[in-house]
């Protein structure tokens, strides 16, 4: 079974310029959550997907991230424009929906630095 | 809102020794999910061990376990006959066990480093 797959691997980019990462989670798991570690700091929530309907956003930065997951299958977030203080580790997860603990499985991260 | 403190930013253990790894937690649940998690170099990062709340008896996985002291919020992680495979970032992670509140919450990391 592949694991959960993310792209690109890094990213650089000018402030002011669009960014765009995708998520493709393991098969069949109906969730989908993205995080992002800023450097040297904790992994933060950003959103959770179920399908493709958005379960929990809280952790959104601003109106400059849209997380969309059309047709619940992969995901894609984008920056939009990137600042300085969006350079980090953007983390992708996945896992099913079961009746108790749902393991999630995360992605090998992409590096995005704004320049 | 819950908060995940790992105060040791980097550790080492010689081969085949033991290191615990700390990590302290706040919330006002009772009921929640404690995890660590590994993130070696370059790879993705794995589930090594998790401790449901309401169990009083400490996780063990193979070589890893946990001592979990509730009163404390104290949660750290033991792992013994250190091997060169350990060597990654630790992080230590909440989750609440409301069904459909499933974001975890991570400290900053503990990068352990493993001597020959």
């Known amino acids: 079974e592949a694991g959960v797959t993310q792209f690109p691997s890094h990213s650089v980019i000018e402030k002011g310029q669009t960014v765009t990462l995708r998520c493709d989670p393991i098969?069949?798991?109906?969730?989908l959550y993205w995080y992002r570690r800023v450097m040297g700091k904790e992994i933060k929530f950003l959103l959770h997907?179920?399908?493709?309907?958005?379960?929990?956003e809280s952790g959104m930065p601003n109106n400059r991230f849209l997380a969309e997951r059309t047709g619940g299958t992969y995901s894609t977030l984008k920056v939009q424009p990137a600042e300085l203080e969006d350079s980090g580790v953007y983390f992708c997860?996945?896992?099913?929906?079961?009746?108790?603990?749902?393991?999630?499985?995360f992605g090998p991260g992409t590096r995005l630095t704004v320049l | 809102a819950q908060t995940v403190t790992q105060s040791q930013p980097e550790m080492s253990v010689q081969e085949a020794e033991t290191v615990t790894l700390s990590c302290t937690y706040d919330?006002?649940?009772?009921?929640?999910?404690l995890f660590w998690y590994k993130q070696p170099p370059s790879r993705q990062m794995i589930l090594v061990i998790r401790?449901?709340?309401?169990?009083?008896q400490n996780a063990t996985e193979n070589r890893f376990s946990v001592n979990f002291q509730k009163a404390a919020k104290s949660f750290s992680l033991k792992i013994s006959d250190s091997q060169l495979g350990d060597a990654a970032m630790y992080f230590c992670?909440?989750?609440?066990?409301?069904?459909?509140?499933?974001?975890?919450?991570f400290g900053t990391g503990t990068r352990l480093t493993i001597i020959p």
């Open positions: 997860a996945s896992s099913r929906t079961v009746l108790n603990f749902n393991e999630q499985f």
């Open positions: 098969s069949g798991h109906d969730n």
């Open positions: 997907f179920v399908k493709e309907s958005k379960q929990d």
């Open positions: 919330t006002s649940e009772s009921d929640y999910y």
């Open positions: 401790q449901e709340a309401y169990k009083q």
């Open positions: 992670a909440y989750r609440s066990e409301d069904f459909g509140n499933e974001k975890l919450t």
